[in-house]
T-cell receptor, first 110, second 114 residues
Framework: RKEVEQDPGPFNVPEGATVAFNCTYS??????FFWYRQDCRKEPKLLMS???SGNEDGRFTAQLNRASQYISLLIRDSKLSDSATYLC???????????FGGGTRLMVKP | GAGVSQSPSNKVTEKGKDVELRCDPI?????LYWYRQSLGQGLEFLIY????????KSGLPSDRFSAERTGGSVSTLTIQRTQQEDSAVYLC????????????FGSGTRLTVV
C-alpha cells in the first residue's frame, strides 16, 4: 500500500463550481500534513498546511480525519487559475521526511 | 537568495556522459532533498541530507547516481554514464527541520539525455 494515495483525476469542473479532493495516508502516527499545488512544468508549491482542527484560507479549506486517515481539500468558487495538480503530503513512517502523493489533476473550464 | 536555487535550469547531454546538478538551499535550512519527476509522473525521492547526519540514499536508482552536500549548504547531484531513462526534471527542496514546516522546492533542472 502506498503511504499517501490520491485519485489522479482529472477532475473537470466548470468555473464557479465547488470541488473536493480526498487523500488517504497509511501511517497512523503521521503528524504533519500539507497540500501542495503544482502547475504544469513548474515545481510544487506549498498551498496550505493541514491542522487537526481544520483550516481555511480564502476559497480553500483543508480538513484532517484521523480516525479514517484521510485529508481533504475543498475549493469553492473555482477559478480558471485553479487548474493544476494538487499533491497531498504526510510525514513518512519513520517520521523524518514528507511523503508526496501522486497528485490529483484539476481542470477548471470556462 | 530567498528561495532554493538550482542550476543549470536545462541540460542536454549525450548518452554516456557525466552530469552535475547543483542546488543552493535556503540559508539556515538544515534538510535538503533531491527528487526526480518524469513527464506526467509523481515525485520520485532520491536522497535526503539532514544536518551532519549520514544521508539517506535509499531512493537512488543505481550506483551511477551520487550526491554530496558540502558545508551543510550547497548540494551536487552527479549522474555518471547517463542513460536516456535518466531524462527527467530533477528537483531540489530544502526544509527548516524536515517535516513540520513543509519543503520549499527549487525550479528544477530539466535533464535531457540524447
Amino acid at each position: 500500500r502506498k503511504e499517501v494515495e490520491q485519485d489522479p483525476g482529472p477532475f473537470n469542473v466548470p468555473e464557479g463550481a465547488t470541488v473536493a479532493f480526498n487523500c488517504t495516508y497509511s501511517n497512523s502516527a503521521s503528524q504533519s500534513f500539507f497540500w501542495y499545488r503544482q502547475d504544469c512544468r513548474k515545481e510544487p508549491k506549498l498551498l496550505m498546511s493541514v491542522y487537526s482542527s481544520g483550516n481555511e484560507d480564502g476559497r480553500f479549506t483543508a480538513q484532517l480525519n484521523r480516525a479514517s486517515q484521510y485529508i481533504s481539500l475543498l475549493i469553492r468558487d473555482s477559478k480558471l487559475s485553479d487548474s493544476a495538480t494538487y499533491l497531498c503530503v504526510a510525514n513518512n513512517n519513520a517520521g523524518n521526511m514528507l511523503t508526496f502523493g501522486g497528485g490529483t489533476r484539476l481542470m477548471v473550464k470556462p | 537568495g530567498a528561495g532554493v536555487s538550482q542550476s543549470p535550469s536545462n541540460k542536454v547531454t549525450e548518452k554516456g556522459k557525466d552530469v552535475e546538478l547543483r542546488c543552493d538551499p535556503i540559508s539556515g535550512h538544515t534538510a535538503l532533498y533531491w527528487y526526480r519527476q518524469s513527464l506526467g509522473q509523481g515525485l520520485e525521492f532520491l536522497i535526503y541530507f539532514q544536518g551532519n547526519s549520514a544521508p539517506d540514499k535509499s531512493g537512488l536508482p543505481s550506483d551511477r547516481f551520487s550526491a554530496e552536500r558540502t558545508g551543510g549548504s550547497v548540494s551536487t547531484l552527479t549522474i555518471q554514464r547517463t542513460q536516456q531513462e535518466d531524462s527527467a526534471v530533477y528537483l531540489c527542496a530544502s526544509s527548516l527541520d524536515g517535516i513540520n514546516y513543509g519543503y520549499t522546492f527549487g525550479s528544477g533542472t530539466r535533464l535531457t539525455v540524447v
